[in-house]
């Protein structure tokens, strides 16, 4: 029983630690080269979450906001039946192509503040975009 119980344990500790992990974040500056790298939050089948990135000189943390445009979700009803049997199953199915268009505004510990704007495609957010900084700075944004 204490097999059970500690597979058990583990596997639920394992859940926990997949589902709190975002997308990873990756920056780099058009200008200098500078690069930065983070995550998001809250990116699995929502429209707003958490992001923070982190460069060698600041940090900055802020709300992302995406907006699904042109999405498709189908739902196939599979049925199996047993030949010469009584057992009958039936399993759904839904299967989903979620797609848009996001932003995120971000401050830094040092005082800038940064806007995002992207275009995502996937259930677990994939995303390309820019970045651009109070200071004129922009960066190109990758989300995977």
Do not use: H, K
């Not at 929502?46 to 042109?70: C, H, K, L, P, Q």
């Not at 009584?86 to 040092?110: M, Q, W």
């Amino acid at each position: 029983m204490s097999n059970g119980l500690t597979a058990l344990a583990l596997c639920a500790a394992l859940t926990l630690t997949a589902c709190g992990t975002g997308p990873e974040t990756l920056i780099m500056s058009r200008r200098t080269g500078l690069t930065g790298t983070g995550e998001i939050t809250a990116g699995v089948l929502r429209n707003s979450g958490d992001m923070r990135i982190e460069t060698r000189y600041e940090t900055f943390t802020g709300r992302w906001v995406a907006v699904r445009e042109g999405a498709n979700q189908g739902l196939e009803l599979l049925q199996s039946y047993g030949r010469g049997s009584i057992l009958r199953s039936t399993a759904e199915v839904l299967s989903g192509t979620e797609a848009g268009f996001g932003t995120a505004i971000l401050t830094s510990d040092g005082g800038r503040s940064m806007r995002c704007e992207f275009r995502y495609t996937g259930v677990q957010i994939n995303a390309i975009g820019v970045c651009e900084t109070t200071d004129g700075e922009i960066f190109d944004l990758q989300v995977s």
